[in-house]
């Protein structure tokens, strides 16, 4: 059974660096093709992409925040962090991670997501 | 980039009715395309990939169809449970993208 939950801080100030951390379990990152996203909502409105990591340390970010994101992995604590930077009230939302079944084959879709954390960005 | 456009962005009907929730991309996306359900408060549950590919679990009334440029996601016959909001989402090895969200509301 696969499950994935996020964590973090819930409130962070403009300008502040936000680390969010995804702990799954059901899955290992160690197995080919398998992949972890992070995936934000501002409240009401769409999804949005941010941020791939796969078993092999490849690494995928949005180009439109590309300079603000940073995604790595704990293989041995079955963890993946993302780190943004430089924070801003628009960048309130709830941040979801998910995971990619094979990138090798056709299964690049997110089939499995966690509960959401949502993130406030105020002063 | 691709831009995924979703219509209508709100949808009004009643249990029982079949509707029809369209996806166009900006390029073509072949059938890299995945559509997902969303309830308040809740987590996307994934429900077509491939474009038109059941994902296991998902009640049959549910298929998607298209390929290239636009998509479609139909329900038979909506039943209480299905309304919610729902996502159209390109996918490959180096992004992903979606659409705006279409929300299906009870008339």
């Known amino acids: 059974q696969i499950t994935l939950k996020e964590s973090g801080p819930t409130l962070v100030k403009p300008t502040q660096t936000l680390t969010l951390t995804c702990t799954f379990s059901?899955?290992?990152?160690?197995?080919?093709?398998?992949?972890v996203g992070w995936i934000r909502q501002p409240p009401g409105k769409a999804l949005d992409w941010l941020a791939l990591?796969?078993?092999?340390?490849?690494?995928r970010y949005s180009p439109s925040l590309k300079s603000r994101l940073t995604i790595t992995k704990d293989t041995s604590k079955n963890q993946v962090v993302l780190t943004m930077t430089n924070m801003d009230p628009v960048d309130t939302a709830t941040y979801f991670c998910?995971?990619?079944?094979?990138?090798?084959?056709?299964?690049?879709?997110?089939?499995?997501w966690g509960q959401g954390i949502l993130v406030t960005v105020s002063s | 980039d691709i831009q995924m456009t979703q219509s209508p962005s709100t949808l009004s009907a009643s249990v029982g009715d079949r509707v029809t929730i369209t996806c166009r991309a900006s390029?073509?996306?072949?059938?890299?395309l995945a559509w997902y359900q969303q309830k308040p408060g809740k987590a996307p549950k994934l429900l077509i990939y491939?474009?038109?590919s059941l994902e296991s679990g998902v009640p049959s009334r549910f298929s998607g169809s298209g390929s290239g440029t636009e998509f479609t996601l139909t329900i038979s016959s909506l039943q209480p449970d299905d309304f919610a909001t729902y996502h159209c989402?390109?996918?490959?090895?180096?992004?992903?993208?979606f659409g705006q969200g279409t929300k299906l509301e009870i008339k």
């Open positions: 998910a995971h990619l079944p094979n990138t090798r084959s056709s299964k690049r879709y997110f089939d499995y």
């Open positions: 059901g899955f290992s990152l160690r197995t080919g093709g398998v992949g």
């Open positions: 990591i796969f078993w092999d340390d490849d690494k």
């Open positions: 390029q073509s996306i072949s059938d890299w």
């Open positions: 491939k474009a038109s």
């Open positions: 989402q390109h996918y490959n090895s180096y992004s992903h993208t």
